[in-house]
């Protein structure tokens, strides 16, 4: 009986990895929301943002030049990460119906919030003046492997949005009378 039930549980695991991304409504609602250009268009615009900055923040830790210009990126960088953060929840309102946490989403929304807390944290040690230099580009690039591990949740969900657009393609094409 037990191997009868790991089988089913594998199975439901499986079927549920599966799922779509988006229901059929949400996918026109993702379509149709000026909110989607305006994500593909900030995505890469932080993602090239970061690796500028990135490059500035370990040219000063390897050779202690461009403090200022770093600090700057960093800056920076965060306006960036927060403008891309709220118009994100905006478009998640319009494709799922809640600012955050839907559950297509929702952990790279839990991560985007030690994401925010990170680059947050930066910023108050920048302004507040806690910790000297080296200590806030260490904090700045703590941030940093945090967003890219968010980037890269994110990416993997544009990859299954991409699988699920060509299942469902397919799946039209293969309907006698369909012109998908």
Known sequence: MSQIGNVASRARSAAQSLRPLYTPEQR??????KWTL??????????????ISL????????NGEGFAVATVSIVVKTLVLYAIMITGSIWE??????????????WEDVFSFLVL???????????????????????ALAAYA????????????????????????????SIPGSHA
């Open 28 to 33: 026109l609602r993702r379509d149709a929301t």
């Open 38 to 51: 305006v994500q593909g268009i900030l995505a890469p615009v932080q993602f090239a943002v970061f690796l």
């Open 55 to 62: 490059a500035l923040v370990l040219r000063y830790l390897f």
């Open 93 to 106: 309102r319009e494709v799922f119906g809640c600012y955050l946490f839907a559950p297509a989403f929702f």
């Open 117 to 139: 807390a990170l680059h947050t944290g930066y910023l108050i040690a920048l302004f507040a003046g806690i910790g000297g230099p080296r200590e806030q580009m260490l904090l």
């Open 146 to 173: 945090s967003y890219f591990v968010n980037a890269a949740q994110f990416l993997l969900k544009l990859r299954a949005a991409r699988r699920d657009e060509r299942v469902a393609s397919s799946a039209a094409l």
